[in-house]
């Protein structure tokens, strides 16, 4: 936890000890009264926080705010839906490399059964999303959905958009080819697809080409869908 992250609901009362963050406070950075150390708000600033008073059951914090961090590059993920447990490492890994939106998306192989799982149903989902701003030393978590369809997602897109879509079987150009190799002041937003655990099937790939996706792929090897989108967006960002 490289940044404590904190609702704005969370910045007056006192911090429970038995709060995951004060025990990281306490017995990883080994804060006592009158030490500060890095906090952000969720979506907000950066700042610190001063450990004001140290009780039996909470801690007391006083927040120091910097300014707001510059906007991420505009960055859309479409994954064909997976297991949960897939689902929670691309919630965690593709916020901490800066995707700004996540579609996870019913296509022709995927399973709508996972969409139903207490990963959506509870919230827990955003829990993901924090850790992997927490360990980017960032604040922002991205858009996140879980019941749209391939075509409706695609409609959604702006006009002015890479668009992507990883695919092993029937790809002609590697995705590192495919990427706009100058950066720009107002860049365009870069869509990347990918199919479920299954793969994208027949009637995906027609979809993708009519909404002017170009099919590529990462060499020859075949990767599970989490390390394919933490690959892709190694290669696809340009800051």
């Not at 697809?193 to 299954?198: H, V």
């Not at 993708?208 to 933490?230: D, I, K, M, P, Q």
Request: glycine share 6%; net charge neutral; hydrophobic share 40%.
């Amino acid at each position: 936890m490289n940044l404590v992250l904190f609702e704005p609901a969370e910045l007056t009362p006192p911090l429970p000890r038995t709060d995951p963050r004060a025990r990281h406070i306490l017995d990883v950075l080994r804060r006592v009264e009158g030490d500060t150390f890095d906090v952000g708000l969720v979506n907000g600033p950066r700042g610190k926080a001063t450990l004001a008073t140290l009780g039996s059951d909470a801690l007391t914090l006083a927040f120091a705010w910097d300014s707001q961090p510059p906007p991420l590059a505009p960055l859309t993920l479409l994954i064909g839906l997976p297991r949960p447990q897939t689902a929670r490492d691309i919630l965690r890994d593709a916020t901490t490399l800066g995707a700004t939106c996540i579609h996870f998306i019913t296509t022709e192989r995927a399973d709508r059964n996972y969409a139903t799982s207490t990963l959506w149903t509870t919230g827990e989902w955003r829990r993901h999303c924090l850790a992997g701003a927490a360990q980017a030393f960032d604040t922002r978590i991205p858009t996140v959905t879980w019941t749209h369809s391939l075509d409706s997602v695609l409609a959604s897109l702006p006009p002015a958009t890479t668009r992507l879509a990883l695919d092993n079987y029937e790809a002609t150009t590697a995705l590192h080819a495919e990427i706009p190799g100058a950066k720009s002041q107002t860049p365009n937003t870069t869509a990347l697809a990918f199919g479920p655990e299954r793969g994208w099937g027949p009637a995906d790939r027609a979809i993708l080409r009519a909404g002017g996706f170009t099919l590529a792929h990462l060499g020859t090897r075949v990767l599970r869908v989490e390390t394919a989108v933490v690959a892709a967006l190694a290669i696809t960002r340009t800051d």
